[in-house]
């Protein structure tokens, strides 16, 4: 017999995108002292940011201050100028996101979430956010792994195979193109890996790091 934690994840797998999203996206704890309404605030409409902007914006990734943290020096170098070239552009390319991925690695050599979190606030329709979370979500509906820790080794399954998934799950959910409904998507998905980690309900394999 199913325990009941098998029944739910194998349901997920039955559910539409838009069922998905809504159901799980309720189960999304928002932190008080970083709001998700000043997150889309700054990053909305391709405006500039400012250097106190993105501080903030890796201290509600993080969750809480990075005093004492040794990623503070790295944040500490983001050249502004920088980020808001690469932000403003209207198109980016190939050549241009590898570039900018040297640049985050050098900036976060051990960090691949906090790489991909500097894409994501530079172009935050583009290029979703990465977490042990969205990544247990992602291997259990595609390959039925998960891990707990990502790094930088498997960037190119996240450029190739995770943006998809992430646009697939948004485009047949039937969302609008803008950051609160992207973020519904990110909410949904962060709130189920939560559930499979807490639950152990699948195996930690080698999967996307």
Known sequence: MKSPIEVVCNSMKEVSAGDFVQ??????KERTKYPNRVYIEILKNNKYLLKENIDWLFEWKKGNPWQGNR???SIGKIEVSKVNTFREKITVNSSDIEEYYTYSKGLFPNG???RIFLFHISRPLEFP???EYVVAAYNYFTTDNMTTSPTGKNYQKYKKEYI?????IHREAGLAEN???KKLVDNALMAFGQFLKKYNAITP???IK
């Open 179 to 181: 950051l609160q409904e």
């Open 112 to 114: 691949f979430v906090y």
């Open 23 to 28: 159901y799980w996206s309720q189960f999304y």
């Open 164 to 168: 998809e998934f992430f646009n697939t």
């Open 205 to 207: 394999q080698e999967g």
């Open 71 to 73: 990623k503070l020096a």
């Open 129 to 131: 956010i990465i977490d």
